[in-house]
């Protein structure tokens, strides 16, 4: 597994925290040569010291090994900010609300981007007794499939997971302003704009 890691990925993160590699060294350990060679390609850490050099480099095994230094942007923790992470493999959906190194089945997952609806994932929305009923004419067949269709504002998230054979649909319950969100497991993610709902006030 430590083959994965690259010397370049070590220094960005350590230079990131302004930590020299004698305070690494102190966390992990080891002497600051050490991680002076890891850095420069002519050595890598052991397996067993990948949780202390994350832990000292204040990040996760995944990002070490995914050679990617993320920073959370979203610190107002506003969901429509957050991203969506989808394993190809098993189909398992993560939502992260700010950007992060994730994984499943062996694979670092990216953050999925969402993409305006187009003709042929396009949403149909009906207000049914305050809710929001949404559909999509999508297949849903094994190989062709929505996996899920999702309902997000500032601070919440609904979510159906879906599966071929059902019908591309939800209901949700009208939370306000928001976004809706449909992943095609061939094309992506999509979204559409949830405008609030209108009512007419009657006056006297």
């Given at each position: 597994?430590?083959?994965?890691?690259?010397?370049?990925?070590?220094?960005?993160?350590?230079?990131?925290?302004?930590?020299?590699?004698?305070?690494?060294?102190?966390?992990?350990?080891?002497?600051?040569?050490?991680?002076?060679?890891?850095?420069?390609?002519?050595?890598?850490?052991?397996?067993?010291?990948?949780?202390?050099?994350?832990?000292?480099?204040?990040?996760?095994?995944?990002?070490?090994?995914?050679?990617?230094?993320?920073?959370?942007?979203?610190?107002?923790?506003?969901?429509?900010?957050?991203?969506?992470?989808?394993?190809?493999?098993?189909?398992?959906?993560?939502?992260?609300?700010?950007?992060?190194?994730?994984?499943?089945?062996?694979?670092?997952?990216?953050?999925?981007?969402?993409?305006?609806?187009?003709?042929?994932?396009?949403?149909?929305?009906?207000?049914?007794?305050?809710?929001?009923?949404?559909?999509?004419?999508?297949?849903?067949?094994?190989?062709?499939?929505?996996?899920?269709?999702?309902?997000?504002?500032?601070?919440?998230?609904?979510?159906?997971?879906?599966?071929p054979e059902q019908n591309a649909?939800?209901?949700?319950?009208?939370?306000?302003?928001?976004?809706?969100?449909?992943?095609?497991?061939?094309?992506?993610?999509?979204?559409?704009?949830?405008?609030?709902?209108?009512?007419?006030?009657?006056?006297?």
């Open positions: 597994m430590s083959e994965l890691i690259r010397g370049e990925t070590i220094k960005a993160l350590r230079e990131k925290r302004h930590l020299t590699q004698k305070q690494v060294a102190d966390r992990v350990l080891v002497s600051d040569k050490t991680i002076s060679k890891w850095e420069t390609g002519r050595g890598l850490p052991d397996i067993t010291l990948l949780e202390p050099l994350a832990r000292a480099l204040g990040t996760s095994v995944a990002e070490l090994l995914s050679g990617r230094c993320i920073e959370n942007r979203n610190r107002a923790a506003n969901l429509l900010r957050g991203s969506f992470y989808v394993c190809p493999l098993c189909g398992n959906v993560l939502f992260s609300v700010g950007q992060g190194a994730y994984s499943c089945c062996g694979i670092t997952l990216p953050p999925q981007e969402a993409e305006p609806e187009d003709e042929a994932h396009r949403f149909r929305v009906e207000p049914v007794e305050g809710d929001l009923y949404v559909t999509l004419d999508h297949p849903m067949e094994r190989e062709h499939y929505l996996s899920l269709i999702a309902y997000g504002t500032q601070d919440q998230l609904l979510l159906r997971k879906l599966y649909e939800a209901r949700f319950l009208r939370i306000g302003s928001g976004v809706l969100y449909a992943y095609c497991n061939r094309h992506g993610l999509y979204r559409r704009r949830v405008e609030p709902l209108k009512t007419n006030v009657s006056r006297p």
